[in-house]
């Protein structure tokens, strides 16, 4: 696994989820860690204690498995005692509340400047998170809050956290632009985790309504687990209504994909998005990055993150509602001029790859922002 070395630049990635090279999480840190260029500064990450993660420690990356699942936040208390004490930077990179607390408490004292770094993909305030984070910020001005959108960060901000800063969520980098020109229309396409916030029932009653009317259109859903290979009652019970419909055209993929087939779902798709209004507001989906960075259009809830990225490049279409027909005259829009939408969403992903290289973060957590 490598040597952590020891040293101001060691940038320790406290990520106790991470154990696969699936979803959202190992896309994030692997889009930070191959932002390094030149002379990279040297990066441990402290994983959960099944983490397999051969892409990262091929290029260089000490991968410590570490937490588990019971004892984690124990665990976690005890890691940032030690990592405070010693030499290197702490990037916890999915935080919330639970972890500025652990951080406060471990520390015992004022956190020195350029030291710790949490970042806050999403946050729901409420008045007693709100009266939480305002303790930390008082006891613990020196934490750097990082951000992805400024409505997220405006929360922090507002608790007393001084060192906010807005950095773009990072993408994963691709190595060349999306063949534009090649086959047209393949699939719809769900991509990333089964989970109730991102509108799986919706895409079951979607495939439902085909089946029903006789529909041939090809579907894949990708139907990968939480973190430790769960499923909650609710995405249970959608998985197996799923499999009921006995859709002649759906494939249902289950295992965890290498990059490039990951990346060739995308090929010739219509990446469907249904997330909750309420949940995606101002909340950043690596699954649209991913979309665009392939040229793959994108149908997704209106009043989203992901709505307002479509419309700036027209690269796929909004729907008010969920329903399969609201959801089928958006894929027939999209269907009936698929050349031009993939040609938007490939230019997307071109602009943001530049404007969501994980090289800004980088240089945050490097010292140099």
Known sequence: ?????????????????????????????????RATGENPPPICIWAGSRARLPRLEASGITVRPYFHRRFRRIQQYFLLRRLIADPGRIFLSTGG???????DRAAGREIPPGKAYLYAHWVRPTAAKEDSFRKVARKQPHIVILAPTPSIGEVFSRCGFVQTKIVPYPITPREEAPDVLSAGFRHLLFAGGARQDKGFPAMVDLVTFLAETGSDIPVVVQASADHYDRFDPETKADLIRLQSTRYHALRVVRETLDPTAYSDLFRGAICLQPYRRGDFADRISGVTLDALSAGCP????????????????????????LSPESLMAAVNDIRSDYGRYR????????????????????SILSGGG
């Open 1 to 33: 696994m490598g040597n952590t070395g020891r040293g101001e630049n060691l940038i320790h990635i406290v990520e106790p989820t991470l154990e696969t090279e699936a979803g959202h999480c190992h896309s994030f840190v692997e889009s930070l860690c």
């Open 97 to 103: 509340r639970i972890d500025l607390v652990l951080l």
């Open 298 to 321: 994108v149908v997704a809830t209106d009043g989203t993150w992901m709505a307002r990225v479509i419309r700036r490049f027209d690269a796929g279409r909004e729907v008010g509602d």
């Open 343 to 362: 040609k938007n969403a490939a230019r997307a992903g071109v602009t943001l790859q530049v404007e969501n290289s994980g090289r800004h973060l980088l």
